[in-house]
């Protein structure tokens, strides 16, 4: 069910609701807008929301101008660093955390007065960072860049800090995510085809594996399971979902796999309900997909945007029942700069799905 919209003043790429209790109704957004001509350039914003979708409210909290961005990522919870953060990968070669904060010394309202206050900052590399991930402490923070470089940073309060890179693949990076698991792990894809892993513990880090066979196009996203520590899910331009037993670290099986009808660009996995996710499928919309059982399943699809579908988020929060009326999702797409917020017609539970 729709709830409501918004339009954006760039092309909008990425959606990412605040993961911290008290700012579950935080959505930051973001986009990326090439100026073409004879001297091109590459402008870009974040934008917060405040989403009540009781009362159907998607209303601007704050906007903050940037170069281009390509991805954006809150601090994650457990980390329990206080006011959550919110760090962007951009088209200078820069990462940026900034702190989500009360915009006046007054007393914090919860649908008025945040906004996003720069923290630290570094710059990575001439090329362009392309994604990012924290790692489960908050201490670290990776990133892809468009020269098939990854680099590892580290944060503490006043800095983020170069602490080793390394060439990890031939073409753009678009995807790289810590093992959450196991940190010392890292995964990374590229438009090489290449779906690899990399031990951080040494310098440079040592490959544990890559897989150039099963990725018929580039890996677009990568993400560990939340709840089955030998679960890895990648999303590619091959319009396939794939599902990865890691159980044997060097030698991952790809144990299952369908085709979402487009390039699998990010994906999402519920907060509550372990083994269903959300994806952005580009060409083809939105989908809900049930990993649960012998056969995946796509159990609702959502094709209300009329551009290339690239952000996608579950609100954080509300019941660990996975009840329907309070599961709210967040999308958004490029061209078009629509951010949309809905809910799910399927009846999601801890139970497989029935579409």
Known sequence: MDIAHFYLNGNTDAVEFCPHDSYNHVLAASTYT???????SRSGSIVLFNVNAGSGQLDLLHCLESTGIFDIKWSPVEANIGRPLLAQ???DGCVKVYSLESSSDGPEEK???LVLREGTGAKVSS???LCLDWSPSA?????????GSVSLLSRSETEL?????WK??????????FDTHQPHLIYTGSDDCKFSCWDIRDCPSNLVFRNSREHKMGVCCITKSISDPNVVLTGSYDEHIRVWDIRSISKPVNQSSICLGGGVWRIKQHPHVPGVVLAACMHNGFAIIDLRGEEIKIVETYSRHSSLAYGADWQKGGSKEGKRENMVIATCSFYDRLVRIWTPQCNISADPIHS
Do not use: K, R, Y
């Not at 800090?161 to 890179?165: H, V």
């Open 34 to 40: 090439l100026q073409e001509g004879d001297n091109p």
């Open 89 to 91: 990968a951009d088209s």
């Open 111 to 113: 649908d008025a007065g």
């Open 127 to 129: 090329s362009m960072c």
């Open 139 to 147: 201490t670290s923070v990776v990133v892809g860049l468009s020269d």
């Open 161 to 165: 800090e170069i602490e080793q890179e």
């Open 168 to 177: 990890a693949h031939d073409f753009e990076l678009w995807a790289a995510s």
